[in-house]
């Protein structure tokens, strides 16, 4: 869990641009899914910031082909109000 908040910090810190932090991010929480090392109470606010880093899309002329495709305004969003709830919890 440390791991993925230290990612999370890094992508607002702007050490991990946002196309970075789409790849890694997924990548760590799948691992951490996989061993089974994350508590419940986090899964669903963790879910959404993995699935928005999927839908993440750089180039602003893929997303006009697609409306599910989201820019790194709404994924900055979206991870924020993710990390309140973690914060939160």
């Given at each position: 869990?440390?791991e993925?908040?230290?990612?999370i910090?890094k992508?607002?810190?702007g050490?991990?641009?946002?196309?970075?932090f789409?790849?890694e991010f997924p990548s760590?929480?799948?691992?951490?899914?996989?061993?089974?090392?994350i508590?419940?109470?986090?899964?669903d606010?963790?879910d959404?910031?993995?699935?928005?880093c999927?839908w993440?899309e750089?180039n602003p002329?893929?997303?006009?082909d697609?409306?599910?495709?989201?820019g790194?305004?709404?994924?900055?969003?979206?991870?924020?109000?993710?990390y309140?709830i973690?914060?939160?919890?």
């Amino acid at each position: 869990m440390n791991e993925l908040l230290h990612c999370i910090e890094k992508y607002f810190n702007g050490e991990l641009s946002a196309e970075q932090f789409s790849y890694e991010f997924p990548s760590i929480y799948l691992f951490h899914i996989y061993e089974g090392n994350i508590d419940e109470q986090y899964v669903d606010a963790l879910d959404d910031i993995s699935e928005a880093c999927g839908w993440y899309e750089p180039n602003p002329l893929h997303r006009q082909d697609d409306d599910g495709y989201i820019g790194e305004e709404e994924l900055r969003k979206i991870v924020l109000e993710k990390y309140k709830i973690l914060q939160s919890t």
